[in-house]
T-cell receptor, first 112, second 113 residues
C-alpha cells in the first residue's frame, strides 16, 4: 500500500521567514496530494491540495509543488505569521480506492 | 462546504467496556472513513465505510474490535469494543464526495482507565 514520509518532524522559523515541509510517497498510482493543518483540539483542515496533472499550485502565502518522477511534494509557506503555528500533515490518495494516507506530521513553530 | 458532526467530543471509559462514536454529515456522501490519532501522532486509517456494504478494514484493525455501521448516506458509527488503556486516542470520522478533499469531524478524545 501507499506510504508517505514527511520531514522535518519539527520546524521553527522566525516570523516573516519562509517554511518548507517535504514529503515523499511510494505508490506511483497516487494522484491527489492534500495538505492539512491541525490546531490543538481540532480536526485537520485542508489548506491546499494538488493533483498529479499539475506541477505547482499557489494560494496567497501557501504553495505546493509536485515532482511525479521523484515522487516528492512540498509545502511552502512564505511570510510566516504566528497563526501559522500548528501541525501540518501531507497526504496522498490513490484514485482507485480513495482512502487518504497521511504523513507523520510537522510541528511548525513561528518564533516572534 | 459540508458540515460533519461527531459525538461525543470526549469520554473517559472503564477498561473492558465499549464506546460508540457517532458521525453525522449534513449531506449525502458516498465514502466515510474512520481514523485513529494517538497523542502527538499522525492519523492512521482504521476502515472505510460505504453505505450498503461491509466496512473495509486496514491492516492491524479488525471488525470484532472496531465494528462500524453505515445505515445511510449521512451517518456512521464506530464502536471501540472491550477497551484497554492502549485504545486511548483521538478517533476521527471523515468523508469525501468523489475524488475531492476529505472533511474531518472534530474528533472524539477517548481515555480508557
Amino acid at each position: 500500500g501507499e506510504n508517505v514520509e514527511q520531514h522535518p518532524s519539527t520546524l521553527s522559523v522566525q516570523e516573516g521567514d519562509s517554511a518548507v515541509i517535504k514529503c515523499t510517497y511510494s505508490d506511483s498510482a497516487s494522484n491527489y496530494f492534500p495538505w492539512y493543518k491541525q490546531e490543538l483540539g481540532k480536526g485537520p483542515q485542508l489548506i491546499i491540495d494538488i493533483r498529479s496533472n499539475v506541477g505547482e499550485k499557489k494560494d496567497q502565502r501557501i504553495a505546493v509543488t509536485l515532482n511525479k518522477t521523484a515522487k516528492h511534494f512540498s509545502l511552502h509557506i512564505t511570510e510566516t505569521q504566528p497563526e501559522d503555528s500548528a501541525v501540518y500533515f501531507c497526504a496522498a490518495s490513490i484514485r482507485r480506492d480513495d482512502k487518504i494516507i497521511f504523513g507523520k506530521g510537522t510541528r511548525l513553530h513561528i518564533l516572534p | 462546504s459540508a458540515v460533519i458532526s461527531q459525538k461525543p467530543s470526549r469520554d473517559i471509559c472503564q477498561r473492558g467496556t465499549s464506546l460508540t462514536i457517532q458521525c453525522q454529515v449534513d449531506s449525502q456522501v458516498t465514502m466515510m472513513f474512520w481514523y485513529r490519532q494517538q497523542p502527538g501522532q499522525s492519523l492512521t486509517l482504521i476502515a472505510t465505510a460505504n453505505q450498503g456494504s461491509e466496512a473495509t478494514y486496514e491492516s492491524g484493525f479488525v471488525i470484532d474490535k472496531f465494528p462500524i455501521s453505515r445505515p445511510n448516506l449521512t451517518f456512521s458509527t464506530l464502536t471501540v469494543s472491550n477497551m484497554s488503556p492502549e485504545d486511548s486516542s483521538i478517533y476521527l470520522c471523515s468523508f469525501r464526495t468523489g475524488h475531492t478533499e476529505a472533511f474531518f469531524g472534530q474528533g472524539t478524545r477517548l481515555t480508557v482507565v
